[in-house]
Structures are given as C-alpha cells and as structure tokens.
C-alpha cells in the first residue's frame, strides 16, 4: 500500500522521527554553553595572546583587536561547536566521542574566527568596491572574503599554537567523557 501525504503534507519516513529525537537530544544544555562559551572564548584569548607573547609581538598596535576577535570567535563557536559534536558522538564511544569534539572544536573555531576577520576585512575594502548588488561588486565581495580567509588560515592559525591546541585537547576530552 502507499500512502498519500494530506493535503499540504508529508508523509513522516520510518527514521524522521529519531532524526528528530537525535537532534533534540545534541542541543546542549544551558549551563554547558553559558558557562563553557566563556571559558572558551577567555581560553582562544589568552591563546592569541600567548603565542605573540611569545614571538615577542604582544606589544603590537592591535593587540586589543586581535584579543576580541579570537574571543567573539571562540564565543560564537562554542555552542555550534557543541551541538556538532553532541550531534557526531551520540551513542559512540568515548574514542568516537573524543574525535567528534575535536573535529568540530577545530572546524567551529578555526571557521567562525576565520568568518569573523573575513567580514572585518570585508569592511575595510568595501569603500573601494563597485555600487552595492552590482555584479561586479558580488565577484568583489566573494573574491575579498574568500582572500581573508585563506590569509586567516595560513597566518591566523599560528596564534593558536600552542596553548590552544592543549586547551583543544582538554575541552574534547573532557566533553568525550562526560557524555
């Protein structure tokens, strides 16, 4: 037999309604994303700021700039970044579970903060761009965004290292086995 949708409907597969229950169940709790996002965001802070430190750079210009954008990065990441890995490592184990964290630590992090410095660099060379809707102003916007965030990639990830990458594999671990 088959079934017809009603009207304006349709018709739920066997699996919609664990798909449903699955993703009900990765959305994190509220004290693990307001507590964590802080700590996160406070974490890929003092992670920047560490490596110029480092390198000897953190009496730069726009130390406080560079603070705030790995923060917010980190800030925004935090929940996405959870949810992923809750969604990733429901009914795993704890290796699987470890490896979903991590994945989506990095992919949230790394992206969102990319996203993030994509938009402000948008900002600055948006004055120089063609009128607003514009086809060429659509290739300008799209080829400025896509530039900034490969130089986030190859420059920005460096800041990262290496306290980010210690927090990284605390933060999996410790969300892998509470779960």
């Known amino acids: ?31 693990e994303t307001f507590l964590g996002a802080p700590a996160w965001a406070l974490a890929m802070a003092f992670s920047a700021w560490y490596a110029l430190w480092l390198r000897e750079h953190d009496a730069t210009f726009h130390l406080e700039s560079i603070l705030l954008l790995y923060a ?14 809750r969604c990733m490592a429901e009914g795993r184990g704890i290796e699987t579970r470890f490896a979903a964290y991590l994945l989506s ?15 402000d660099y948008r900002l600055f060379y948006a004055q120089w761009h063609a009128t607003t809707g514009s086809r060429i102003w659509f290739y300008q916007a799209l080829f400025t965004s896509a530039s900034a965030f490969y130089q986030f990639l190859v420059l920005g990830i460096r800041l990262y ?12 671990l410790g969300l892998a086995r509470r779960q």
């Open 1 to 31: 037999m088959n079934e017809q949708p009603a009207a304006g409907g349709n018709v739920a597969g066997p699996g919609s309604r664990s798909k449903r229950g699955r993703i009900r169940r990765a959305i994190p709790p509220w004290r």
């Open 161 to 172: 290292l290496p306290f980010g990458a210690l927090a990284l594999l605390l933060a999996s």
């Open 105 to 119: 630590l990095i992919a949230g992090t790394v992206g969102l903060t990319g996203l993030l410095f994509a938009l």
């Open 72 to 85: 917010f990065g980190g800030l925004i990441a935090w929940p996405l970044s959870l949810f992923g890995g």
